[in-house]
């Protein structure tokens, strides 16, 4: 079946300390999504691009950056990693199939910035 | 900005009883809002959706309300069931493939 993948799941990394997370997807799917997940928070954008030229910021984008290295794949790095970077980050893709929007999420990294 | 407010953040149901969660948003260009399920280790998944142009929409146990001129909608689940315990969100996006989601409801349902 087609999916969204992560990869680490979890990861415990070190105050600032570079880390890449990686998400590729077999959904045929233009446009993809970085989110952070955090208790009482909800799921935030982070960064989102609707195809390999079109990289977009969200509502969280500071201390992140991204990479579109093509249009399976979708990299998110923190470039100096802090404690509050702590959260469940989630990988998603959608495209317009019969009109709806519906977001697929992939599974989740775990991160931890000790 | 941009804003979807959900409430309750955490509601207790007794198995067989309703659940309801309301969201507001704030965007009046939103016209699509989905409702995403997220048991307890998992990745979120869709469980129904509904434009602007309905006002509501069912599938079995489940359904969704819109009011547009409030800038409400709501979750209606009936005949709550155990495996019915999740984080519910909902979201709302103006057509832009941008969701803003609200900030969650926790499900129990209590047997």
């Known amino acids: 079946d087609a999916d969204v993948t992560q990869t680490p799941r979890n990861r415990i990394t070190k105050t600032g300390k570079r880390i890449m997370l990686e998400c590729s997807q077999t959904?045929?799917?233009?446009?993809m999504y970085w989110y952070r997940q955090d208790p009482g928070l909800g799921l935030r954008l982070i960064y989102y691009?609707?195809?390999?030229?079109?990289?977009n910021k969200g509502e969280i984008s500071d201390g992140y950056s991204v990479s579109r290295q093509a249009q399976a794949k979708f990299s998110l790095s923190l470039e100096s990693a802090i404690p509050n970077q702590t959260a469940l980050y989630f990988c998603?893709?959608?495209?317009?199939?019969?009109?709806?929007?519906?977001?697929?999420f992939g599974p989740g990294t775990r991160l931890t910035v000790l | 900005g941009e804003n979807v407010e959900q409430h309750p953040s955490t509601l207790s149901v007794q198995e067989g009883d309703s659940a309801v969660i309301k969201c507001t948003y704030s965007?009046?260009?939103?016209?699509?809002f989905p409702w995403y399920k997220q048991e307890l280790g998992k990745r979120p998944q869709l469980i129904i959706d509904?434009?602007?142009?309905?006002g509501e929409k069912k599938d079995q146990r489940i359904a969704v309300t819109l009011n547009k001129t409030a800038k409400h909608f709501s979750l209606h689940i009936t005949e709550t069931q155990p495996e019915d315990s999740a984080v519910y969100f909902c979201?709302?996006?103006?057509?832009?493939?941008?969701?803003?989601f609200g900030t969650g409801t926790r499900l129990k349902v209590l047997a």
């Open positions: 691009s609707f195809d390999v030229k079109d990289i």
């Open positions: 959904k045929g799917h233009d446009r």
């Open positions: 998603a893709t959608s495209d317009l199939a019969g009109g709806r929007y519906e977001q697929f």
């Open positions: 509904i434009r602007s142009n309905v």
């Open positions: 979201a709302a996006s103006s057509g832009t493939y941008k969701y803003i």
């Open positions: 965007d009046s260009a939103s016209n699509y």
